[in-house]
């Protein structure tokens, strides 16, 4: 007997986030690559986690998450958004925004559901449909503004469409989206029963005075969406990997049920640290868009000589950088190549496609969410290009 599985995700390899910053670490390369700061989390958030670690808060939790953070972040909800959010039926905690789009996904797809979602997309999306018997159907958003073509959503829904799923501002592309994209959807899903689950893990960093559209904003997509966040990207802490997912009762209900049996629940000193954080520290989330807006400046600037052509991201803190002047290779031999030879890691953007993008791009991912003097030494290693 062969004891080897039938893989239940054949096409699905080690994540070319992993790939990428292995690679840099063999090549002591400037890592760009894996989206998450050189810098550490706020003083005083991690004074309040010191704090409940040496104050006996290291047992089990509630699975929802503990009850002052779920409260912080349904005042957060309401501060940013002006929505009202019962923290004790409609927010789960979660290991990470990875954790809630599972758990969302899981409990809305079952086998033959279709599920839309956006290339170049975000890399856990159609794996975890697929896991669940769900068919991902991926629209492409064309370079080099990578807007969403809504007729083409239109025309894509039939009546086994379950789920949009959506992102914004958006990884990789550092993209936002619109009122009208908002108001687009919300006339394309009238009537019909499918939802929506809005990844809005950068929901804070979103630049040049522009309003974050979250699903929040309108009323009648909120009714019928999970929204998630991630408190890695918000807190400079990607490795607590905490996130949370807000959802009417009805669906927060079915969530639980999965999460339940996932993770079950998250660390409690962090969710402790997070709560009071959160609660006494209210401008922390007003101001991270200047802060990363100043980190993009910087590194746009930095460039400003160099043979890229460069679109400052909108959001985010990604920024591409089309080298179609430099080389005619393609964007993942172009990366490993700069890695392995120049010492500076990027993500190509090829590998968040499902089928290679209609017209050739030339197009690599760079994280700015660095110290300002990583951000130089890759500024001059990219200007010698
Ligand atoms: C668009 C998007 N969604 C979800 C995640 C996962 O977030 P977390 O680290 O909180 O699981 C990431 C992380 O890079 C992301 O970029």
Same mark, same amino acid.
């Given at each position: 007997?062969?004891?080897?599985?039938?893989?239940?995700?054949?096409?699905?390899?080690?994540?070319?986030?992993?790939?990428?910053?292995?690679?840099?670490?063999?090549?002591?390369?400037?890592?760009? @690559?894996?989206?998450?700061?050189?810098?550490?989390?706020?003083?005083?958030?991690?004074?309040?986690?010191?704090?409940?670690?040496?104050?006996?808060?290291?047992?089990?939790?509630?699975?929802?998450?503990?009850?002052?953070?779920?409260?912080?972040?349904?005042?957060?909800?309401?501060?940013?958004?002006?929505?009202?959010?019962?923290?004790?039926?409609?927010?789960?905690?979660?290991?990470?925004?990875?954790?809630?789009?599972?758990?969302?996904?899981? @409990?809305?797809?079952?086998?033959?559901?279709?599920?839309?979602?956006?290339?170049?997309?975000?890399?856990?999306?159609?794996?975890?449909?697929?896991?669940?018997?769900?068919?991902?159907?991926?629209?492409?958003?064309?370079?080099?503004?990578?807007?969403?073509?809504?007729?083409?959503?239109?025309? @894509?829904?039939?009546?086994?469409?379950?789920?949009?799923?959506?992102?914004?501002?958006?990884?990789?592309?550092?993209?936002?989206?619109?009122?009208?994209?908002?108001?687009?959807?919300?006339?394309?899903?009238?009537?019909?029963?499918?939802?929506?689950?809005?990844?809005?893990?950068?929901?804070?960093?979103?630049?040049?005075?522009?309003?974050?559209?979250?699903?929040?904003?309108?009323?009648?997509?909120?009714?019928?969406?999970?929204?998630?966040?991630?408190?890695?990207?918000?807190?400079?802490?990607?490795?607590?990997?905490?996130?949370?997912?807000?959802?009417?009762?009805?669906?927060?209900?079915?969530?639980?049920?999965?999460?339940?049996?996932?993770?079950?629940?998250?660390?409690?000193?962090?969710?402790?640290?997070?709560?009071?954080?959160?609660?006494?520290?209210?401008?922390?989330?007003?101001?991270?868009?200047?802060?990363?807006?100043?980190?993009?400046?910087?590194?746009?600037?930095?460039?400003?000589?160099?043979?890229?052509?460069?679109?400052?991201?909108?959001?985010?803190?990604?920024?591409?950088?089309?080298?179609?002047?430099?080389?005619?290779?393609?964007?993942?031999?172009?990366?490993?190549?700069?890695?392995?030879?120049?010492?500076?890691?990027?993500?190509?953007?090829?590998?968040?496609?499902?089928?290679?993008?209609?017209?050739?791009?030339?197009?690599?991912?760079?994280?700015?969410?660095?110290?300002?003097?990583?951000?130089?030494?890759?500024?001059?290693?990219?200007?010698?290009?």
């Amino acid at each position: 007997m062969e004891l080897l599985p039938k893989s239940k995700l054949p096409h699905v390899e080690t994540t070319v986030f992993t790939v990428m910053s292995a690679l840099a670490d063999k090549h002591q390369a400037l890592n760009l @690559s894996q989206g998450f700061p050189d810098f550490d989390p706020p003083d005083e958030l991690l004074d309040r986690v010191s704090f409940y670690l040496n104050n006996s808060y290291n047992q089990y939790p509630p699975m929802s998450g503990v009850l002052p953070l779920r409260i912080s972040i349904s005042d957060k909800l309401k501060s940013v958004y002006g929505i009202e959010t019962d923290p004790e039926r409609e927010i789960t905690v979660t290991a990470g925004a990875t954790e809630a789009l599972f758990c969302a996904i899981t @409990s809305l797809v079952r086998p033959n559901d279709e599920v839309v979602m956006f290339d170049p997309c975000y890399d856990s999306y159609d794996p975890v449909v697929s896991l669940n018997g769900g068919i991902p159907k991926h629209l492409e958003m064309r370079s080099p503004d990578f807007r969403i073509d809504w007729d083409e959503v239109s025309d @894509s829904i039939s009546d086994k469409t379950r789920l949009i799923i959506l992102n914004t501002p958006h990884n990789p592309t550092g993209t936002v989206l619109s009122s009208g994209d908002i108001e687009a959807l919300k006339q394309i899903v009238a009537g019909k029963d499918i939802y929506i689950i809005s990844d809005e893990v950068y929901e804070h960093i979103i630049f040049d005075g522009v309003k974050h559209e979250s699903v929040c904003r309108c009323p009648e997509l909120l009714e019928r969406s999970f929204v998630v966040s991630s408190f890695g990207k918000t807190f400079h802490a990607t490795g607590w990997k905490i996130g949370y997912c807000r959802a009417p009762a009805e669906l927060t209900r079915e969530f639980r049920k999965i999460h339940q049996f996932v993770n079950f629940t998250v660390s409690t000193p962090f969710q402790m640290a997070l709560a009071d954080y959160l609660k006494v520290n209210k401008e922390f989330c007003d101001q991270l868009g200047s802060f990363y807006q100043a980190k993009r400046d910087f590194f746009c600037s930095l460039l400003s000589k160099s043979k890229f052509h460069v679109r400052p991201s909108q959001g985010t803190y990604f920024q591409l950088l089309d080298y179609s002047n430099i080389s005619g290779e393609l964007d993942v031999t172009v990366s490993k190549d700069w890695t392995r030879n120049l010492g500076i890691a990027s993500i190509p953007i090829s590998v968040f496609y499902k089928k290679p993008p209609a017209s050739p791009q030339a197009l690599l991912r760079f994280c700015f969410a660095k110290d300002d003097a990583t951000l130089e030494k890759a500024g001059e290693i990219l200007c010698g290009i």
